[in-house]
């Protein structure tokens, strides 16, 4: 029993129990040997009996009743001060009751007075945090907007803020997250040596960087008037970078000998009309002139021929060809024609496709204004069909096919809605297309077809990701440098990764093995919703029925996804720097790291379950669903007993611990870590 806490509930009962069955038992022997000595009858010898037992039945009597009107008023009472703690706003389940009855009112008081001075201090800072409210939903409405990848960072090279465009460029990136360090996102030498030379009065510097496969543009800033924060803004330069370097350097080449077969050819020409014009008649000269002007003339047909064809492979990898996704093209040409009775009807299977898409908005409205004088019709079908090395866009009719001379016609109309009207043929060149008009199979239909550059990509665009709470988190600047010792770091400056398993059963020694891992992070004392790890694993054996009734997953959920050992290290780089976190860590760290394993989680490891046991060492209880009920957390519903899902209310639940373990003193991550080193007893070892 630990020295100032009040002793477990079940020694209580134990010594209880066992003092009265002393008691009685003695009485009993003390009343045989009175009996026997003096034989009493009657009265006198239930008296004597009953005076025996008497000590037994005070104590079970007495313990009874304080049980009833004290211990258990008690633990109620220490349960809803636990819960104001963690939350002033918690509901009331336990009124004081039994001897403590009286301290009803004065609770209540307590507890109103608490929440009265909470309400007065949100009214008189309502005015100031409505502002602050409106300057940060403007600021995230405009991170989300905003197209151009934004990272902000502090003065020891940590995340403050990113944006949607950033999310989407380093998708999949564990590196991204804010607090993380940005040399984990972008660990090149060159950049950090930029951030460390920035001019203080926010002058910008440009740098190309490698990431992955891709090479980024990055404009450097120190932020003026603030503690050395960088602004960093990237565009994807690698389509911009393979143009400088691959086609203009190409018709760089090419210009040298255009001018040399150019200079030739008018110095033979010069020489062959001086010696006509002279009247001399030396037919050996004119011939060879001659035959130096054919040469040169071929050579030079030559080069332009390849001229053309490079610029041709320019316009059609220009910047401006990007990957489209056909129903959006539709979507936003039905938008553009508005009001217009003219629409597209979408048919068969949509595809991707390489073009410029305002380009051909353009060009596509004007070919439906010229179908529509020419059918008389004002709905037409949009249809994608997939070529060998191209695509096919089809604009369908009932109707005859057109005729060329018609098309060839439209080919030289200009578009004055684009810049510099260039003319429908211009834009087809620019896709290395042309358009003909052919009959259906039916007999019925014709359609008008422009063939498109292709793209290797199949599945629909991923959906637009929803708004997100924490892009930015200004207080990460006011923690402690990363490089401060982590022991003695305040736990509300950690960072935090809690996290959870499913498995295929509980005997880890025996066989089972991890099936799902979900985990999300703290930064700052801050659950971010977003920032998550949840994955499935393939255990490599079937889950058994019982299993399944638990956590809900079976042998389909996790049919084709990556084995641990793949798995583990891209956790491991979620987690990064961080502190973990679990309940009965023990058993998901056993779960992790099986014999063998590649990858060590040898990082700092919180357990609320021996954090609670430590805390409320009198409470029964300290199972997750216990401490969710007393702490007021909640399970949304169906993810109970899923990795994920048990994760965050873990996460939630050490958010809730906090206010109670600072109220002891226990400030830092080093006595966090000795008071749950406490609650560890012999029963944890063994399993």
């Known amino acids: 029993m630990n020295k100032g806490r009040l002793p477990k509930r079940q020694r209580l009962i134990g010594l209880w129990l066992l003092l009265s069955g002393i008691s009685i038992m003695g009485g009993a022997i003390f009343a045989a040997w009175l009996d026997s000595l003096f034989q009493p009858q009657g009265f006198p010898r239930l008296v004597l009996w009953l005076g025996c037992f008497s000590g037994g039945g005070t104590i079970f009597l007495c313990g009874l009743l304080l049980e009833r009107m004290l211990f258990t008023p008690l633990r109620h009472l220490q349960v809803q001060l636990a819960r104001l703690v963690a939350n002033p706003d918690a509901r009331d389940d336990y009124p004081p009751e039994g001897w403590l009855r009286g301290l009803g009112p004065d609770l209540v008081r307590v507890r109103e007075a608490w929440r009265s001075d909470r309400r007065r201090l949100a009214t008189a800072h309502a005015e100031g945090a409505r502002s602050a409210a409106r300057i940060r939903q403007e600021l995230e409405t405009l991170l989300q907007v905003l197209d151009t990848p934004l990272l902000l960072c502090d003065h020891h090279r940590r995340l403050l803020l990113f944006n949607q465009a950033a999310e989407s460029l380093f998708e999949e990136n564990p590196g991204l997250g804010l607090g993380k360090r940005l040399d984990t996102l972008l660990p090149v030498t060159s950049l950090q040596d930029a951030i460390g030379q920035l001019p203080e009065d926010g002058s910008p510097r440009e740098l190309l960087i490698p990431c992955d496969e891709r090479w980024l543009h990055a404009v450097l800033r120190r932020v003026p008037l603030s503690n050395g924060e960088t602004l960093l803004t990237l565009t994807d330069a690698t389509a911009a970078w393979n143009s400088e370097m691959g086609a203009r350097a190409e018709l760089a080449e090419r210009l040298p000998p255009l001018r040399r077969h150019g200079a030739s050819l008018s110095s033979a020409a010069e020489a062959l009309g001086s010696a006509r014009h002279a009247g001399r008649g030396d037919d050996a000269l004119r011939a060879r002139l001659e035959t130096v002007i054919e040469e040169e003339s071929r050579a030079l047909g030559q080069a332009l021929e390849g001229l053309g064809r490079l610029i041709e492979d320019m316009q059609q990898q220009g910047e401006r060809l990007v990957p489209l996704w056909s129903n959006d093209l539709w979507q936003s040409l039905n938008e553009r024609l508005g009001d217009d009775p003219l629409q597209v009807v979408p048919i068969g299977m949509p595809a991707w496709f390489k073009g410029d898409a305002p380009a051909l908005l353009a060009l596509l409205e004007s070919l439906l204004a010229q179908l529509r004088q020419h059918t008389g019709h004002t709905t037409f079908e949009g249809e994608m069909l997939l070529g060998n090395r191209r695509v096919y866009l089809d ?199 099986p014999p063998g394993a590649s990858v060590t989680l040898d990082m700092p490891v919180l357990d609320t379950l021996l954090l609670s046991r430590a805390l409320d060492e009198s409470l029964d209880g300290h199972d997750l669903d216990t401490l969710a009920e007393r702490y007021d957390l909640s399970f949304p519903p169906g993810t109970r007993h899923t990795a994920l899902g048990d994760a965050r209310v873990t996460a939630e639940l050490w958010l809730a611990l906090l206010p109670r373990l600072e109220a002891r003193g226990i400030d830092t991550l080093e006595r966090a870590l000795a008071l749950q080193a406490s609650a560890f007893d012999k029963e944890d070892a063994c399993t």
């Open 395 to 593: 604009l369908v009719w009932r109707g005859t096919p057109l005729a060329q001379r018609e098309l060839a016609a439209w080919s030289e109309r200009r578009l004055d809605s684009l810049p510099l009207s260039p003319r429908v043929g211009d834009l087809l060149r620019q896709h290395a297309s042309d358009t003909w008009s052919l009959a259906d199979a039916d007999g019925i239909h014709a359609r008008l077809r422009l063939p498109l550059p292709s793209v290797e990509r199949v599945g629909a665009p991923r959906e637009a990701l929803p708004p997100r709470p924490e892009f930015h988190d200004f207080g990460i600047a006011d923690l402690p440098p990363p490089d401060a010792e982590l022991a003695r770091c305040p736990l509300r400056a950690l960072e935090v990764v809690a996290f959870d398993t499913e498995t295929t059963g509980l005997e880890l020694r025996r066989g089972d093995t991890v099936i799902s891992i979900g985990a999300c992070r703290i930064v700052n004392a801050r659950l971010l919703a977003s920032e998550v790890f949840d994955v499935r694993v393939d255990p490599g054996k079937p889950i058994p029925p019982a299993s399944t009734a638990i956590h809900g997953l079976t042998d389909d959920d996790v049919m084709g996804a990556p084995p641990l050992p793949v798995i583990l290290p891209r956790f491991r780089d979620y987690i990064g720097d961080a502190v973990i976190l679990a309940h009965n860590a023990a058993f998901d760290l056993l779960a992790l790291q």
